[in-house]
């Protein structure tokens, strides 16, 4: 869908990030899924560093570090609310954002171990002792055939994954952190 300058596609007009028209099968070599899962790496952190921050009357530098973060790795646009109502949003959502941030961060991890461990199995040091009764076996060609299809599966599959949790995420970001609300 093209949209003329007179006609400004809605999902920006309400801040949400275009993905960009990559396709599927390029998607996992792409820097959309890399930049969310830095994203994800970084929003628990600075979530937790947000809490004191917030608590020590320095709330503007919460909500800037936590906008900034969101807007460069999640290409989110997200407008300063007045000041007199920041400290209540941010601290919000710091306290909102800390169980999304951590589920985010562990299923992320998981899903990128999943794709390097079965991609790599052979390579892993438990595999030559038990690939006889692992799938795939009982040669170490046939184990390695079976968790290399199951980790090119994952590596396709985690960029919609950590595509939906990061709009789940920005979605919280842009409805505490931003002017809108």
Do not use: K
Request: charged share 15%; proline share 8%; net charge positive.
């Amino acid at each position: 869908m093209t949209t003329s300058p007179s006609h400004p596609d809605p999902s920006e007009a309400r801040g949400l990030s275009r993905p960009s028209r990559v396709q599927w099968w390029r998607r996992p070599f792409s820097a959309d899924p890399w930049r969310r899962t830095l994203y994800v790496l970084l929003a628990l952190p600075l979530g937790l560093a947000s809490l004191p921050l917030v608590l020590l009357g320095r709330d503007q530098t919460a909500a800037r570090l936590q906008r900034d973060l969101a807007r460069r790795y999640l290409a989110l646009r997200i407008d300063q609310p007045a000041a007199r109502r920041t400290a209540g949003r941010v601290l919000a959502h710091a306290v909102l954002g800390l169980p999304l941030n951590l589920v985010s961060l562990a299923l992320v991890v998981y899903l990128w171990l999943l794709v390097f461990a079965n991609l790599a199995y052979p390579l892993r040091p438990d595999t030559m002792d038990s690939y006889q009764h692992s799938w795939g076996g009982p040669t170490l060609a046939g184990a390695w055939a079976v968790h290399a299809a199951g980790g090119l599966v994952f590596l396709f599959v985690a960029p919609w994954i950590i595509e939906a949790v990061t709009r789940l995420q920005g979605s919280l970001a842009r409805r505490l952190l931003g002017a809108g609300a």
